[in-house]
């Protein structure tokens, strides 16, 4: 399932609107987070490090923290977020990178 469909299956079930919405969601739902994260990211939305460009969330090794940023040509470009709460990173990332409010 591609990301894209997931999210709108999401959005038609649960009407989410916001990112706190889409992050209480996951908070709730671990199966849902490894959804999310599995689906195919052919929408530039990435958790782990590659060298494609689009939005990541990469969390520390540590797990500690979670970066959320934009990438291009394998650097950095902006938009560099750093969240201690997964849910909250991920859900930052989908809405940032537009995918949630695309068509």
């Known amino acids: 399932m591609t990301l894209k469909a997931l999210l ?3 959005k038609t079930e649960h009407k989410i ?3 706190a919405e889409l992050a209480a969601l996951l908070a709730r ?6 959804q999310i994260k599995q689906a195919d ?9 590659q ?5 990541y969330c990469v969390t520390t090794p540590s797990n500690a923290s979670y970066h959320v940023y934009y990438q291009e040509r394998g650097q950095h470009c902006w938009g560099e977020e ?4 997964q849910h909250l990173a ?7 990178s537009g995918l949630f409010h695309a068509e």
């Open 8 to 10: 709108n299956q999401l």
């Open 17 to 19: 609107t916001s990112v």
């Open 29 to 34: 739902d671990a199966a849902l987070v490894q």
């Open 41 to 49: 990211a052919q929408y530039w939305v990435n958790f782990s490090k």
């Open 51 to 55: 060298t494609f460009d689009g939005w």
């Open 82 to 85: 750093v969240f201690s709460d």
């Open 90 to 96: 991920i859900a930052t990332v989908i809405f940032q």
